[in-house]
């Protein structure tokens, strides 16, 4: 019997079965009860070569979009109290607003679509279907030119489940592509050197996989011909997916012999835990961290990091994000729920003080990296959940072509889909891409 449909089957069946695997809850054990060591990792004074980049950050449950919206447009918009966390870096940062992915359906499922602007019941019958992401567009331009084509990071490792994802990445198929959330692992893929036994298991492993993947592509273009025209599409989608995989495959080989950079791990706190309470702003500063050092020797161009998967997460006190984004309007709790955004906010002005601390050419790092940072979700004035009107910040990438230092304000109800926003990102940092999703052009005002 053909082996095709059993695996054609098993994709769902693993997505379903990754969101049986539940978190254990915050303990009261797990909370601080001081102050976390602040980081001692020191940037490089220079980069060896300029690449455009592009790293896209995600915090799920929404912001206090109160305290986040500046009240005035342009380049001389105010600062809004939350994002004057921002402020030694005003200049490099754009705040884009009104934008939502109009197929979206709010709730927490924005991690799964603030990439790919998929409708995820766009097939009747489906439960869930979706599309490649934009940084799998960024990717695909870069894939031969590094050891990765890209970098899938969270809070909680491997998929997670249909709707409540933990990575931000989907490939041509829609099929999520696992996160690594452990520091040192990560490190350690990235940077430790291969042993000569380690280099000879991988390309076993490689054989082993490439045989494999011969099979099921003559299993499954054998079935090809006894199928109607929809199980046809159906089956070249997957088609498509193995030929993808063959290509990772020879891709790994022709790596395996290749050096890994040498980085020293000086000042990273790689046993930082991304669920411990005490641990959280270590490990958000030392995934950042491994993240510059990845850019800064090549070893990726694009990274996709979930700080906290949606329905999840907690800021650097131990505050429970998720409860807090159903506020009903509270003002105690959209106070506590803006505390945790300025505490986002520093962390990723802190990673991009190291972008801006490394010369690069004729500029800094930052000018060829692209950050965007935001919210699948908007938890509104009564903590509605709503796809529209998400937060959006897009920094750096001056070298690029990208304008910054301005708040480009949108109707909520009347605006561009955001799909313009992430094509516009896609062609600056490389991506050969006509159109992406449901885009109408590239996005007006960012681009300068």
């Not at 890209?150 to 099929?175: E, V």
């Not at 329905?311 to 729920?337: I, P, Q, T, V």
């Not at 992430?422 to 999703?437: E, K, Y």
Request: charged share 20%; with cysteine.
């Amino acid at each position: 019997m053909s082996e095709s449909p059993r695996l054609a089957l098993t994709r769902r069946h693993i997505l379903r079965a990754a969101g049986a695997a539940l978190p254990l809850p915050l303990l009261d054990a797990m909370l601080p009860h001081c102050a976390a060591a602040p980081s001692t990792f020191q940037p490089l004074a220079s980069s060896p070569a300029a690449q455009p980049r592009l790293v896209c950050c995600y915090v799920p449950n929404g912001v206090n979009i109160v305290e986040w919206l500046p009240a005035d447009a342009g380049p001389d918009y105010t600062l809004s109290p939350t994002l004057a966390a921002l402020a030694p870096h005003r200049d490099d940062v754009t705040v884009v607003s009104g934008l939502g992915h109009p197929h979206a359906k709010g709730g927490h499922s924005g991690a799964d679509t603030w990439l790919t602007g998929a409708d995820l019941s766009a097939i009747p019958g489906a439960d869930y279907t979706n599309r490649i992401s934009i940084d799998q567009v960024v990717a695909a331009a870069h894939a031969p030119h590094t050891r990765f084509p890209s970098l899938q990071l969270s809070d909680m490792s491997g998929t997670g489940g249909a709707g409540h994802s933990h990575t931000l990445s989907f490939d041509a198929t829609g099929t999520p592509l696992p996160a690594e959330n452990t520091p040192q692992r990560l490190f350690d893929r990235l940077f430790v050197p291969d042993t000569a036994a380690d280099r000879e298991a991988t390309l076993a492993r490689h054989a082993e996989r490439r045989s494999i993947l011969d099979a099921v592509g003559a299993d499954a273009r054998r079935l090809h011909r006894r199928l109607g025209a929809t199980d046809r599409r159906k089956l070249d989608e997957y088609l498509s997916s193995v030929r993808e995989t063959e290509r990772q495959v020879e891709r790994l080989v022709d790596w395996v012999d290749r050096p890994k950079p040498e980085v020293a791990s000086t000042g990273l706190q790689l046993a930082s835990k991304p669920a411990n309470g005490h641990d959280r702003s270590m490990w958000l500063d030392v995934m950042l961290e491994i993240v510059y050092l990845a850019l800064i020797t090549d070893t990726t161009r694009v990274v996709t990091f979930e700080w906290s998967r949606e329905a999840g997460g907690f800021g650097g006190g131990g505050e429970n994000h998720h409860e807090l984004s159903h506020h009903g309007g509270d003002a105690a709790m959209l106070a506590k729920l803006a505390e945790i955004d300025r505490f986002h906010l520093a962390k990723l002005g802190r990673f991009l003080g190291l972008l801006a601390a490394t010369t690069e050419g004729e500029g800094r790092m930052l000018d060829h990296t692209v950050v965007l940072y935001g919210s699948g979700m908007n938890s509104g004035k009564g903590g509605e959940h709503s796809p529209k009107n998400l937060p959006v910040l897009v920094a750096g990438g001056r070298r690029l072509g990208l304008r910054q230092g301005r708040h480009l304000a949108f109707d909520e109800d009347d605006h561009p889909p955001l799909a313009n926003l992430l094509l516009s990102l896609a062609r600056a940092t490389g991506g050969v891409v006509d159109s992406f999703a449901d885009a109408t052009g590239t996005l007006d005002g960012l681009a300068g």
